[in-house]
């Protein structure tokens, strides 16, 4: 199956700290997205990417960026952590009209 | 711009009984809709997906069925299980943009 893997799975953060989550994919796939997952909100679209050197914006972008360096990397950074943005952040890779995998989630706490 | 719409916050039904989840959704290119499955504590999982107009498509006892006309990809089950207690996602291709889900719980 297609292996999409995050790293840290866990992390605190001071506030105002900058914080950089990771996403690793095997499956040469070309679109990667990340998103954020709140009680009450469901899955959130931040950044997502079509290729290796492109970054779009999702539908809440504001405090995020986000890197591609490779085709198989994909980044989201907090430049200066904010308690709001405390959630669990899931990576995702997928081509288009097809299934997209997910990693197994990073839990954030901004403290 | 696009949107993907799930009304229930929560459905609660016991053991044995038919489920609909409902999911409508806005887009100005042909839809590709899909429906993900999130178990406790798990990544989202694709259950089952469709961008043919009034076909049914089913999965694991899932089945749903685009309706272009109305712009709806309702999730429907004849029999739940407990084992079905999960959030469930409707989302739309493009951005890929899911909705807010839906959990289901079921009772025995």
């Known amino acids: 199956e297609a292996a999409v893997t995050q790293s840290p799975r866990n992390k605190v953060a001071v506030t105002g700290g900058k914080v950089t989550l990771s996403c690793n994919q095997t499956?040469?796939?070309?679109?990667m997205y990340w998103y954020r997952q709140d009680t009450g909100h469901g899955l959130r679209l931040i950044h997502y990417?079509?290729?290796?050197?492109?970054?779009e914006k999702g539908d809440i972008p504001d405090g995020y960026k986000a890197s591609r360096p490779s085709q198989e990397n994909f980044s989201l950074i907090l430049e200066l952590a904010t308690p709001s943005q405390t959630s669990v952040y899931f990576c995702?890779?997928?081509?288009?009209?097809?299934?997209?995998?997910f990693g197994k989630g990073t839990r954030l706490t901004v403290v | 711009g696009d949107s993907v719409t799930q009304t229930e916050g929560l459905v609660t039904l016991t053991k044995g009984l038919p489920v609909m989840l409902n999911c409508t959704y806005q887009t100005t290119y042909s839809p590709f809709l899909f429906w993900y499955v999130q178990h406790l504590n798990e990544a989202p999982k694709l259950l089952l997906k469709s961008s043919t107009d009034n076909k049914r498509t089913e999965h694991q006892g899932f089945y749903a069925t685009l309706h272009k006309s109305s712009s709806s990809f309702h999730l429907q089950k004849s029999s739940v299980q407990l084992s079905d207690s999960a959030l469930y996602f409707c989302a739309l291709e493009g951005k890929l943009i899911f909705g807010q889900g839906t959990k289901l719980s079921i009772k025995p």
């Open positions: 995702a890779s997928g081509d288009a009209n097809t299934e997209v995998f």
């Open positions: 990417s079509y290729g290796a050197g492109s970054t």
């Open positions: 499956n040469n796939h070309n679109n």
